[in-house]
Every structure is written in C-alpha cells, then in structure tokens.
T-cell receptor, first 113, second 114 residues
C-alpha cells in the first residue's frame, strides 16, 4: 500500500523567511504533484513533477523530486502572507490496481507578518 | 471558462435518505474521479472513471455508487447515507488519467448526514 507522508503538518513562519516542506512516499513512483488549498476552497495545481531530478519553480515556490530517495520538497523563499494555505503532495498509485492519486495529509502553513 | 462544477455545494440530510451529488466538466476530459476530504486524513479517492461507461473503485468506495453515461457528467450517489459519510467531497477531471495529467478539481460539496 502506498503511503505518503508530509512534514511538517503545521508550520507557522514569519514573512521573509525560507522554509521547506517534505513529502516522502513508500513505493516507486515517477510522478508527484503539489496542490494548494485555501480555507474553504478547492485544490489548485501547483507543480507536476514527472521524472527523477525534476525541478520546477513558480514565484517564491520551488518543487523538486528525487525518485531514488522517494522524496519531494517544496521550498518557500522569502515567504509572504499570501502563501498562507494548506499544501498537499500526491503520488500516483500506478501498480496499485487503481488509477488515482494518494495524497499526503497536507501541511497547514501560516505566514505571519 | 474551463471548469469542473459540483452541485449542491452544501447539503444537510438525514440517515438513509438517498442523495446524488452532480459533477460536470466542460473540458472534454476522459478521466473523472471523486475524492472525500476529512480532517487529518487528506484526500482519499472514492471512485474513478476512465471514460464513458468505464468506472472503477478507488480506496474508499463502500457506501457510494457512480455512473458515467455521458463524458461530461460523473454523479456520486449515496443510496443510504450514514453519519460517517459526513465529509467534504471533490470531483476532479483530467485528459488522460490521474497519474499522467494534472487533475482539475471542482469547488467541493460539504455534506452533513445527521
């Protein structure tokens, strides 16, 4: 069974600081997704990482994938309040008998002025 | 505007009263799926569909039914809702499949079963 673990689950940080969210998964997969969810809202796709070593950046967010370590990171640079949200990573369940994504529990990020 | 729509957005019902949550997408996507989101558990897949008349179970299908008679619609049916189905439900769609393409999520349906 594929397990996806995010760390930390809660993070409070100050504006201007850097931080990294980690996403570990338990079985082989070459595809990993990052989503953002604002309170009371739906999920918004941030990054799709489709191969080992993939790195994608959008504004102050950068995501990377190491398939050998089964690890993805979401790095926040010089955080601003607008980045406060819950961030989910998700891994495809290829080989698990179902076509779908297994999500981590999410990282609730609060960025304080 | 490309979007996934769900109705209703909020629903309070009682145990045993059949209900349907509709999902529709206007992007001509083949793949559609349903997830439920519960505090501390993240999102879990209920059912998915690779195309018209092709559906399959996800991780938590018990107590749910789906149908895919048209490409754009993928309703979620609760024949006899129970309180443990109180949750936030999301429909999602993509062109090829969950593992090959970015999924687009609907706005969510918050269901309370009393």
């Amino acid at each position: 069974e594929l397990k996806v673990e995010q760390n930390p689950l809660f993070l409070s940080m100050q504006e201007g600081k850097n931080y990294t969210i980690y996403c570990n998964y338990s079985t082989t997969s070459d595809r990993l997704y990052w989503y953002r969810q604002d309170p009371g809202k739906s999920l918004e796709s941030l990054f799709v990482l489709l191969s080992n070593g993939a790195v994608k950046q959008e504004g102050r967010l950068m995501a990377s994938l190491d398939t050998k370590a089964r690890l993805s990171t979401l790095h926040i640079t010089a955080a601003v309040h607008d980045l406060s949200a819950t961030y989910f990573c998700a891994v495809d369940t290829a080989g698990g008998g179902a076509d779908g994504l297994t999500f981590g529990k999410g990282t609730h990020l609060i960025i304080q002025p | 505007e490309a979007q996934v729509t769900q109705n209703p957005r909020y629903l309070i019902t009682v145990t045993g009263k059949k209900l349907t949550v509709t999902c529709s997408q206007n992007m001509n996507h083949e793949y559609m799926s349903w997830y439920r989101q519960d505090p501390g558990l993240g999102l879990r897949q209920i059912y998915y569909s690779m195309n018209v008349e092709v559906t399959d179970k996800g991780d938590v299908p018990e107590g749910y039914k789906v149908s895919r008679k048209e490409k754009r619609n993928f309703p979620l049916i609760l024949e006899s809702p129970s309180p443990n189905q109180t949750s936030l439900y999301f429909c999602a769609s993509s062109f090829e499949g969950a593992s090959t393409d970015t999924q687009y999520f609907g706005p969510g349906t918050r269901l309370t079963v009393l």
